[in-house]
């Protein structure tokens, strides 16, 4: 990607955003040339002399001063004006970049009223996505089982109330699609260039993703995403991981605790996006020591929306934390600029860290010369290595760190439905049906009775089955005690409700009996069942799909990541090929703004290496390495592997798909070029050969003797192979042998 030219010198970051002091500035300034060509020995002496430019201890004390007394430009492009004589230095822009303002002193841009009307901005968000909130607390308790606390009425507080599991399964059965089809990440490159370092990308992602436990993570948002219609990945750099060099973080995130822009459709056009999470005072006050003593006893439930679970969860001792995420533009461009605070205290802050990075470099003159002083020691100036955290911002990639994942989505909504919203009317139905089949069979179980009050009857003795003997009081009458008649048995019409309600939840949901290894009346053979099965995962296949697009994203800003954190070489143990096991050194040197050098002296400046994700499934299940290992031994006997068949091979592969292909073609075709060069390598040897027996007639007889072999090693290759292009003839030599024969026979003998 090409980047505006600029000095190669000059310091960057990730993105190619220069904060360095420009060398080329300082030879073009006459004042600055005038000095430096003071010294006692001439421009090209100075070039061309073994020892150190060294000028005299008045040229060095007004060098010293030339950074302070002369105009010169800043990291800005700004032009600072020399001061006159008596005057104090140039205020800096903010004093915040002056060393000697007091940390208590210094304007901070965000401080406590920033924070509390971002807190206000934070609670109208909260009241955009309420019934959001109610629809996750609400479908939990379906996915627990727990539905009957949201359909309990007076006139069901004693019913059975039954509670099946078909929501429950389909969910689980397309949780194990998704496992099943579980994603694996190969990187592209965009340019010729970047292919190398496309294949270390390859083998090395795997490797952070495995380190992190992705597969947990990935199986919790998949899980979220099923019940609750949306997951959410967030991806993070944990500056505390290995012993402080940091290193990426990929979590689940609860929509609960995530707040953004109503309205919006894209998380990334929004305005301001709020992450909270309750913390133990204790963690806080000890990662942030200006937040001591002024923590809240007592969380403020004001904003989290809790889950209504089983156990009692103790929030005391705990503080809200906010983490405020927003976009905002420094000098032209857009940045990811990051807050956390909790009540009105500012834990920190991108845009508080105004302090640009430093380092002591050595002064050269506009030759490169090194200028010493009086002592012979290197003159030394501080420069500005690069932009300050507020101007570049918390991630170079300027996203806001949150990737949604929608199963089913809503108009002017980043969210979407899931398998709750959708099945939880047909599974009420089929539990309100089942309750009264319940209460139907407990009367016709247990029958009734209808007992007179003055009947004499003692009821503890009647309802004792141990009791041999009941005793009444006076004379037993038909009036005293009469069974209650046990209700109508259920009709069948009643059985054919619930059996529909069953099938429609599996034809809405796609989870037939098929899908879990079941058959249909019918279906015996082996393909009518595998077109079943595949027929039946079409819908699973595209819920999986839209989930690898947002997988494709959060490589996407792994990569970024990357570039901008790993300067540091990293050990990593990768799979090399053949499956072999190796050891790479890795760093961020090739992910950064590459030069394309110069064009007709003019210099051409950076491009920043871009790749495109391709996302495949890993092989899970039992069937899809069954289908693989199928198709492998159906080219083998095929004769795809037969150097011969190549060029049919080829051919044929051409016009099919499937995972491997490339690598496929390239084998066959290696196969046949191999098979052309040893026919080619005979021919050689039998025209050398003749040319040997010409030489020296009836003496080696060596083109016989070659042509014999290579003619027994083409029919035993043809009949290992099965090919049955020519019946072979006893003493007879293979065309290819002939045709070799002839070409050296024609190229040996002489011509009239």
Same mark, same amino acid.
């Given at each position: 990607m090409p980047i505006t030219p600029m000095d190669r010198r000059r310091q960057q970051d990730s993105y190619g955003n220069t904060g360095g002091f420009d060398r080329r500035q300082q030879a073009n300034n006459p004042g600055a040339n005038q000095n430096f060509n003071a010294g006692q020995y001439g421009a090209e002496n100075r070039q061309e002399s073994p020892t150190? =430019?060294?000028?005299?201890?008045?040229?060095? #004390?007004?060098?010293?001063?030339m950074a302070r007394q002369q105009e010169r430009p800043s990291v800005t492009g700004e032009t600072i004006p020399a001061k006159s004589e008596g005057q104090q230095d140039a205020p800096k822009i903010e004093a915040a970049m002056n060393d000697n303002v007091r940390p208590d002193q210094r304007v901070q841009a965000i401080g406590k009223d920033q924070i509390r009307k971002a807190f206000q901005t934070l609670q109208k968000y909260k009241q955009g996505k309420q019934h959001l909130e109610d629809k996750i607390v609400r479908n939990e308790k379906w996915w627990k089982l727990r539905h009957w606390d949201l359909m309990e009425t007076a006139e069901t507080l004693t019913d059975p109330k039954p509670a099946s599991g078909w929501l429950f399964n389909t969910i689980i059965a397309k949780h194990a699609d998704f496992m099943d089809n579980y994603p694996d990440p190969i990187i592209l490159p965009r340019e010729i260039n970047d292919r190398e370092e496309a294949k270390r990308l390859s083998s090395i992602i795997p490797v952070v993703f495995e380190q992190i436990g992705f597969r947990d993570v990935y199986s919790s948002e998949v899980w979220y995403k099923l019940k609750h219609g949306t997951g959410v990945f967030g991806c993070f750099w944990d500056g505390s991981k290995l012993n402080g060099l940091g290193d990426i973080g990929i979590t689940e995130v609860d929509i609960l605790s995530l707040f953004w822009e109503p309205g919006i459709k894209d998380i990334q056009k929004s305005k301001n996006l709020f992450y909270v999470e309750l913390v133990d005072n204790d963690m806080i006050e000890a990662a942030y020591p200006q937040a001591r003593g002024q923590l809240h006893t007592t969380e403020d439930d004001s904003v989290m929306?809790?889950?209504? #679970? &089983?156990?009692?969860?103790?929030?005391?001792?705990?503080?809200?934390?906010? &983490?405020?995420?927003?976009?905002?533009?420094? #000098?032209g461009k857009k940045t990811l600029q990051f807050c956390k605070f909790t009540g009105d205290i500012v834990l920190y802050a991108t845009e508080n860290q105004t302090r640009r990075p430093t380092a002591e470099e050595p002064v050269t *003159?506009? =030759?490169?010369?090194?200028?010493v002083d009086r002592y012979g020691y290197p003159v030394t100036q501080t420069v500005e290595t690069g932009l300050s955290i507020a101007e570049r911002g918390l991630y170079d990639h300027a996203m806001y760190p949150f990737i949604f994942d929608v199963l089913f989505p809503e108009t002017d909504m980043p969210t979407g439905f899931g398998f709750v919203d959708v099945c939880k009317n047909p599974q009420a139905t089929i539990d309100i049906l089942n309750n009264a089949f319940e209460k139907n069979v407990q009367y016709g179980a247990a029958p009734r009775w209808f007992v007179r009050d003055d009947g004499g009857i003692d009821r503890d003795a009647f309802l004792n089955p141990s009791n041999p003997f009941i005793p009444v009081d006076g004379n037993l009458g038909e009036d005293d005690i009469r069974v209650i008649d046990p209700p109508a048995p259920i009709q069948g019409s009643y059985l054919d409700l619930l059996t529909m309600k069953i099938d429609e939840m599996k034809e809405v949901t796609g989870n037939? *009996?098929?899908?879990?290894?079941?058959t249909t009346a019918g279906a015996t053979a082996a393909s009518a069942i595998a077109a079943l099965q595949e027929s039946s995962g079409k819908t699973s296949r595209d819920q999986i799909n839209t989930t690898y697009s947002a997988y494709k994203k959060l490589v996407n800003m792994v990569i970024e990541l990357i570039r901008q954190f790993y300067d540091m070489p990293r050990q990593f143990r990768i799979t090399g090929e053949n499956g072999k096991e190796e050891f790479a050194t890795y760093s961020n040197d090739n992910l950064r703004p590459q030069p394309q050098g110069d064009v007709f002296g003019e210099d051409m400046g950076f491009r920043l290496p871009v790749f495109d994700i391709q996302v495949e499934a890993e092989k899970s299940s039992a069937y899809s390495r069954l289908s693989q290992n199928?198709? /492998?031994?159906?080219?083998? #006997?095929?004769?795809?592997?037969?150097?011969?068949?190549? &060029?049919?091979?080829?051919?044929?592969?051409?016009?099919? *798909?499937?995972?491997?292909?490339?690598?496929?073609?390239?084998?066959?075709?290696a196969n046949g070029g191999m098979y052309e060069q040893m026919i080619n390598m005979q021919q050689q040897m039998l025209m050398m050969s003749q040319m040997i027996d010409q030489l020296a007639p009836g003496r080696f007889n060596l083109s016989d003797q070659i042509a014999d072999e /290579?003619?027994?090693?083409? *029919?035993?290759?043809?009949?290992?192979?099965?090919?049955?292009?020519?019946?072979?003839?006893?003493?007879?030599?293979?065309s290819i042998t002939r045709n070799a024969r002839e070409r050296?026979?024609?190229?040996?003998s002489p011509t009239s």
């Open positions: 150190p =430019y060294q000028p005299t201890p008045l040229q060095a #004390n007004e060098f010293n001063e929306k809790k889950y209504m #679970n &089983d156990d009692s969860i103790d929030t005391q001792g705990k503080s809200l934390v906010v &983490d405020w995420y927003y976009h905002k533009n420094v #000098n *003159d506009p =030759y490169g010369n090194v200028a037939r *009996d098929v899908t879990n290894g079941g199928e198709l /492998a031994l159906n080219f083998y #006997n095929s004769g795809f592997f037969n150097p011969q068949q190549a &060029d049919q091979a080829l051919a044929c592969l051409e016009m099919m *798909d499937f995972n491997g292909k490339d690598q496929m073609i390239s084998k066959v075709r /290579a003619n027994r090693f083409l *029919d035993e290759n043809e009949q290992q192979q099965g090919t049955m292009t020519t019946v072979p003839v006893a003493g007879a030599e293979s050296a026979a024609a190229t040996t």
